[in-house]
């Protein structure tokens, strides 16, 4: 059987005991195995256009039902089973748990909510507001939100082509220094 084995693995490229290269030379029984084995590889892959005769497949059948029968065992029924008793809480945990959650982050949200509006209250105080906190703009004044937006929060051409001019020259600036960084860097 270890000899089966073996032979199986040297089919498949596998390295085996240099002995046993020399019994399957000597063994012709070995030999006929491989035959069988590779003639058997080669009609599974299509690659070969022998026709297997009958003696082939009575061999095949023999070999089936002299293979070792297993039996399984039976599966048992559902009264069999003993199922453990879990606790009330433990039965419930799974539909309790997104509850709980949401009602966590629920809590979260009304505190922040709450806490941001005393914060807001609080303009007389000395207390500064966190920037990220505050909801009025820099402005401190709200605008209309609308598409008819007022001429007067828009900025005129000279004022354009100002903003446009220095940020050329900031982007000039910028690449002028990369250069010289990055020459530097080079040598």
């Known amino acids: 059987m270890q000899h089966k084995e073996q032979l ?5 490229g596998e390295e085996v005991r240099r002995d046993f290269v020399e019994d399957l030379c000597q063994d012709q029984e070995l030999q006929k195995t491989w035959t ?8 599974m892959r299509n690659e070969s ?19 070792p029968v297993i039996q ?15 606790s009330f809480f433990a039965k419930t945990r799974k539909y309790f748990a997104p509850i709980l959650q949401t009602a966590v982050a629920a809590s979260v949200c009304l505190i922040a ?9 609080d303009k007389n105080s000395d207390v500064t507001i966190s920037p990220a906190l505050q909801t009025l703009p820099f402005t401190q004044s709200v605008q209309e939100v609308s598409y008819n937006v007022s001429h ?19 982007l000039q600036n910028y690449q002028l220094q990369r250069r010289l960084y990055s020459d530097s860097k080079a040598e």
């Not at 026709?51 to 082939?56: C, E, M, N, P």
């Not at 399984?72 to 879990?86: D, N």
């Not at 007067?152 to 900031?170: A, D, H």
Request: glycine residues 0%; proline residues 5%.
């Open 72 to 86: 399984l065992k039976e599966q048992p029924t559902p009264e069999q089973v003993i199922i453990p008793k879990q």
């Open 36 to 43: 069988t084995l590779h003639i058997a590889r080669a009609v």
């Open 8 to 12: 199986s693995a040297y089919m498949d």
């Open 152 to 170: 007067k929060n828009v900025p005129s051409k000279e004022q354009l082509e100002q903003q446009n001019k220095r940020l050329n020259e900031i």
């Open 113 to 121: 909510v709450f806490s941001i509006q005393n914060l807001n209250k």
């Open 49 to 67: 256009n022998i026709i297997l005769d009958a003696s082939f497949t009575e061999k095949m059948a023999k070999l089936i039902e002299d293979e």
